[in-house]
């Protein structure tokens, strides 16, 4: 279990000012998600400019410190990304962007800093209550949609319905039935922005409500709230936390969390949503299939366009390319490939570019980290599960619960 804050050294005012900011943040990345911000005819989605902003108040205020190991990763991570880029560059691939590499730069700026040692003891507890407590509310708007649905209400995009279109984050599942052709969706709590998010999302805050030894009913809920998602990857970064869990809290925790898991299933097993669960297991195998277009056809075109070229394979195909690739094939098939983030750094900045930038990313969630537990699932959520490699709502969540609390052990 996460400890209890240490004992304040430092001036509580000041602590207050600086939790309120990490606690609007959170929520940002909790329920803001969806929010975009217009530029020309494309999108920043709101979170960038808002951490950025985060960084520079806890800089000015001497929150945030430089951690020199991180930096050094920092900048050889892009020193190996604009190499590769150049040599993308330079060979004339097509489909590369600028702008995508200029947003990698930027993106992952705020991970060269931390807080200082004695506000991070005394915030990192509260902040995961926090966010907790964002997740239970998250659950409770889960819960809401599904059971709505299944009351009679006609599913519709309030969020969309109600904003701007140049306000809201476009070319994301936002609305996605349970299976083709139902008139029941998946639940996404409104604010996320695809039912995988919020069944990841979710899953995070399972895990740090654990940790934190919250009641009982608010995991329930939590499970509840990831069954409504019907989403595959929520229940896949969960089964990968819970062996952390049971490494972190022994033999009791495993055999309950076994026991609690047996009888989800059996209850499951009695309902209708017993078949779809049992679709979505086997799914992999279908090439239309959402699971195939995560984790199969990914990884097999990354193979087929690195294959044969050892510059490609040193250098990649160049910033961007993989988002091209996924456009050109929505087009052709009508299909919403989804390049996770491994094999969109393989593709776009090769090995040379992508064994620099992953060592950052080992340094940012792992190493000094005040819970391995909490790591290891960000590490998963963040390299297999979603296409997180310029992706502010994916990306930041980790800084916020792990990176900016690690210890400076350099």
Request: overall charge neutral.
């Amino acid at each position: 279990m996460i400890p209890e804050p240490a004992a304040a050294v430092t001036d509580p005012a000041a602590d207050r000012r600086t939790l309120r900011l990490l606690t609007v943040l959170l929520f940002g990345e909790v329920f803001l998600q969806r929010l975009a911000v217009p530029v020309g005819s494309t999108q920043v989605p709101l979170m960038l400019p808002g951490i950025l902003g985060g960084t520079v108040v806890l800089l000015a205020r001497c929150d945030l410190a430089a951690n020199m190991g991180r930096t050094r990763a920092y900048l050889i991570a892009m020193a190996a990304c604009v190499s590769a880029a150049l040599v993308a560059f330079i060979r004339g691939l097509d489909d590369n962007s600028l702008t995508s590499l200029l947003l990698l730069v930027v993106t992952y700026a705020p991970f060269c800093y931390g807080l200082r040692a004695d506000v991070s003891a005394t915030l990192f507890p509260r902040v995961l209550d926090r966010f907790a407590i964002m997740t239970a509310v998250l659950a409770g708007l889960a819960v809401a949609q599904f059971g709505l649905q299944l009351a009679g209400w006609h599913y519709s995009d309030i969020i969309g319905g109600i904003l701007p279109p140049d306000l809201v984050m476009r070319n994301f599942n936002t609305s996605y039935p349970v299976a083709y052709g139902a008139d029941l969706y998946k639940a996404n709590g409104f604010v996320c922005l695809e039912p995988s998010f919020c069944s990841q999302f979710l899953a995070i805050g399972l895990v740090v409500s654990v940790l934190r030894g919250v009641r009982w009913w608010r995991l329930l809920l939590l499970v509840v709230a990831i069954l409504a998602t019907v989403s595959g990857t929520g229940v896949i970064l969960l089964a990968a936390a819970l062996v952390l869990l049971a490494v972190h809290k022994g033999p009791r925790f495993a055999m309950t969390a076994a026991a609690g898991i047996a009888l989800v299933v059996t209850v499951v097993s009695f309902t209708p949503a017993a078949d779809v669960f049992a679709e979505r297991a086997t799914e992999t195998s279908t090439s239309s299939s959402s699971g195939s277009l995560r984790f199969v056809q990914p990884y097999t075109r990354t193979f087929d366009r690195l294959g044969g070229d050892p510059l490609t394979v040193l250098f990649g195909s160049g910033p961007g390319w993989s988002d091209r690739d996924a456009d050109q094939f929505m087009q052709n098939t009508g299909l919403p490939l989804n390049y996770a983030m491994l094999p969109k750094l393989v593709l776009e900045y090769g090995l040379v570019g992508g064994t620099a930038f992953l060592a950052l990313v080992v340094l940012a969630f792992v190493r000094g980290s005040p819970s391995f537990v909490l790591s290891g699932a960000v590490l998963v959520f963040f390299t297999v599960l979603s296409s997180s490699l310029l992706s502010p709502v994916v990306v930041y969540l980790g800084l916020l619960l792990v990176t900016w609390f690690a210890r400076d052990v350099w």
